[in-house]
């Protein structure tokens, strides 16, 4: 069984940092309309009634 970890911690109405085991990245927005910056690149989310749609931008 592999071992996972993640964090979310709220700084700010509309942001977050989030900690995992591979790094450290930063999300901005609301629930449903946010983009994250990490190591990866920024991920932008769009959501609307119940569906996602992550678009990636390296």
Do not use: E, H, W
């Not at 900690?19 to 990245?25: A, T």
């Amino acid at each position: 069984m592999a071992f996972s970890f993640r964090r979310s911690v709220r700084i700010a109405p509309g942001v977050r940092i989030n900690l995992s085991k591979s790094g450290v990245s930063t999300t901005i927005g609301p629930r449903g309309a946010s983009l994250n910056f990490g190591k990866r690149g920024v991920y932008a989310n769009l959501g609307f009634q119940g569906r996602d749609c992550p678009i990636a931008n390296d």
